[in-house]
């Protein structure tokens, strides 16, 4: 069974930046599709950015020219480096890793991300 586990979230004040890591375990990371979602407070889970086997990536309007997506197969993780970070970026940020083959996700149990003053 695919095991994520993310890290690097806190609290950081407006303008910060933080970078989040998601390290996978039990899979061939490099067949996998990888993203990072995010669930404000009271709102659904969201797209955020995502990138593909093959390192083409795709960014949600609101963190365009941001956030930045990368991934490092040597260590089974994927990255999501944030800046110029807003207080309605604050959410839970979840990571998820898709079968490139079958389709399947699984879910990361999520970090807290918060941007106050």
């Known amino acids: 069974q695919v095991q994520l586990v993310e890290s690097g979230g806190g609290l950081v004040q407006p303008g910060g930046s933080l970078r989040l890591s998601c390290t996978a375990s039990?899979?061939?990371?490099?067949?996998?599709?990888m993203a990072w979602y995010r669930q404000p407070p009271g709102n659904q889970r969201e797209l955020v950015a995502r990138?593909?086997?093959?390192?083409?990536?795709h960014y949600v309007d609101p963190v365009k020219g941001r956030f930045t997506i990368s991934r490092d197969n040597a260590k089974n993780t994927v990255y999501l480096q944030m800046n110029s970070l807003k207080p309605e970026d604050t959410a839970v940020y979840y990571c998820?890793?898709?079968?490139?083959?079958?389709?399947?996700?699984?879910w990361g149990q999520g970090t807290q991300v918060t941007v106050s003053s």
């Open positions: 998820r890793a898709e079968n490139a083959y079958t389709g399947q996700s699984s």
């Open positions: 039990r899979i061939i990371f490099s067949r996998f599709h």
């Open positions: 990138i593909t086997t093959g390192g083409t990536t």
